[in-house]
């Protein structure tokens, strides 16, 4: 009985590998020209299909000029002296678009060894045919194609395509830079891309071998590659500008005689590689600032986000395990996002979160999921409770600031089984181990009178012949240690840079003041904003690459700044910004700019001072 249920499921695996063994795909162009012929190809492998049909929808979006043809091609392989062969089966339509638009071509059906199969659907984008061909006979055309092809900004260009043009900070803005050409390109070389100052930069992964398509664009219809895409996120505002993109292309061209030209003559034809390089236009986005006043805890992020928080348990014994995970999903600038800050009962071992981030980068811009896991570790019984956590972020869907916030948890801890007796005082409760030594420091009074007697004393014993040794010892290690600390300041470039920032913000502002003298509007804004951000640069210990106006406010305050102090050093750097990109627009004159640029560095360095000793 088991050999007759093992040959009867051999039998069936081997009916459905001969069946399944058959491929049935249907191929054809995804973009074709209005007035252009295109083949509709269906193939079969090791199967030649009996009852096959297409779908009448071929007929009413398409007009059938051929078909179907057919032909068989065979192959024969042999490795390691296993012979296999195959077999392929195609079936060809010769189609002609009816209109433009985009066409679905539901699959094909047909019969193979008894059983109905079906193959893949097709959907195909008719293209309107180039505006300067569209009154030529086909006749026409073909004369126009034979002749010499000429190497102009029409036939060959490149273009930098953004997504958008107006955007909040911290908006992702896409970028793509596509190849129009009608020409053939026969290589590609020294690709030069700008660095993108005042954004950051993500850049979207691409295939290594350019893929080409085809896209109607000004009414002609050219060959096209994208050639790159990246995510920009803006780091500040106003009018920023995006360096054009050059790139090296070797142009392969027709060349046709001086002669007249008969049926012969196109298969003569000689062909000229010319090279041409070819730049992009400078891009100018517009960058609105984020509405004030931000939300307290304003987590610097555009898009959209969700958080949600879950624990491991709310019941455990002390000295147990528990997980409390945050999740952060959305999209936006993800890579950037801050961790919600989350705090726990004091009497809890807080371990270093563990941060997991799952995130892709596509066209659209950065999205995905950031994962943060806390390990704490209750140490008494008692409840506690574990307050949420808040984070607020600007919503581009209605352009306003939202706030999200974690549930709070409670959280039951037992006494734990090796704690022995405890004792309780309201949520706080310690084991046997605290309390080990108390009544020790209790002792009877003696009711006989002591009898005191002076303590002869020795001069070896004496406290000041110890001291005689040790002090001149003390005095040499203690200079020893002030001589090290005084070579590792010298060689810490931070600590330098630290004390020296308020020295060359000052002889940045000289150099200011002379172009005040002189009336150099560009060259004092400049030089000014100069000092400031190399300022908080040095003191503050940020590369002057990663600074934006929140980093620096969040800096500042830490550092002890009151907010009065940081509101005037940003609206100086506002100021500055304007003047360069509207310049005799602002509100402020140049000698109000340069006192109140005095005034806030010196508090800053006061405060920064104090609170650093």
Known sequence: MKHRQRYFSLLIWLTLTSLSAADFTASAPGKVVLGQQFQLVYTFTDENPSDFRISEQVEQSFDILMGPSTSRSSSISIVNGKRTSSSEYRYTFLLLPKKEGSFSIPPATAKIKKKEVSSNALTITVLPADKAASGQSSASSQS???????????????????????????????????????????????????????????????????SWDMENYNGRNY???????????PQQSGTLEIDPCSIDLVVRIRTAGQRSRSFFDDFFDTYQDVRKTLTTKTLRLTVEPYPFPKPANFNPLTGSLKLSSQISATQVKADEGVTVKLTLSGSGNMKMLRTPELKFPADFDVYDPQVSNQFKTTAQGVSGTKTIEYLVIPRYAGTFEIPSACLSYFDLATK??????????????DRSENAGEAVVSGNYTAGRESVRQLGQDIRYLKTVPAVLQPKPVYVVAAVWYKWAFVLPLLLVVVLLLLYRKQLRANADAVRVRNRKANKVAVRRLKKASSYLKDRQRGAFYDEVLKALWGYTSDKLNIPLSDLTKDNIDVKLASAGVEESVRRDFMDILTSCEFERYAPGQGSQTMEDVYAQTLKTIDRMENTIKTSHV
């Open 144 to 210: 126009t194609s034979a002749q010499a092809q000429t190497l102009t900004e029409e036939n060959l260009f490149l273009r930098v395509i953004p997504t958008k043009t107006r955007l909040y900070e911290q908006e992702a803005v896409t970028l793509t830079y596509k190849l129009y050409t009608r020409l053939e390109v026969a290589g590609a070389e020294n690709y030069k891309f700008p660095e993108y100052k005042g954004f950051m930069m993500q850049e979207i992964e691409s295939p290594q071998e350019v």
């Open 223 to 233: 060959r096209t590659a994208v050639l790159r895409q990246v995510v920009l996120f």
């Open 400 to 413: 306003s600031y939202k706030t999200l916030c974690t549930e709070a948890f409670t959280l039951q801890v």
